[in-house]
């Protein structure tokens, strides 16, 4: 048995040695990939006076040629999450509002109730 401890001991140093090595190399490969798309950025900047097909794009995060379904289910998720009954803002409820209607051709000459 006194011939075994100093083995047992080196046996899970090497094991720390090796996981550390894996350790550091997987770190190491992790910092060297590209960075990916999935982080999104947001649109930086106030309304446009009149709202135009690419703000209103911006807002819903669709493209402007996206066909009509996908701008109502990208309005629901967008209103889902900024409605005023749920704590969300009247005025961005608003401009979301004129985003799908401007992308569903539905466009009202006076813009946004604020």
């Known amino acids: ?15 720390a040695a090796y996981a550390g090595k894996y350790g550091i190399q997987a770190y190491q490969a992790f910092k ?3 960075p990916t798309a999935r982080l999104r ?5 106030g309304f446009q006076p009149s709202m135009t ?3 209103a794009s911006l807002i819903l995060g ?6 009509a379904d996908k701008v109502k289910e990208a309005h629901r998720r967008v209103m889902v ?8 803002s009247h005025y961005l409820a608003s401009k979301i509002n004129e985003a799908k ?4 051709g539905k466009t009202k000459t006076g813009g946004s109730a604020f």
């Open 101 to 104: 209607d401007v992308l569903l």
């Open 81 to 88: 999450a900024n409605h005023p009954d749920a704590g969300g």
């Open 62 to 67: 669709v493209r402007e040629s996206t066909p």
């Open 41 to 45: 950025k947001f649109y930086e900047g």
């Open 53 to 55: 097909r690419r703000e």
């Open 1 to 15: 048995m006194e011939q075994a401890t100093p083995f047992i001991a080196g046996v899970a140093v090497a094991a």
């Open 32 to 34: 060297a990939r590209p």
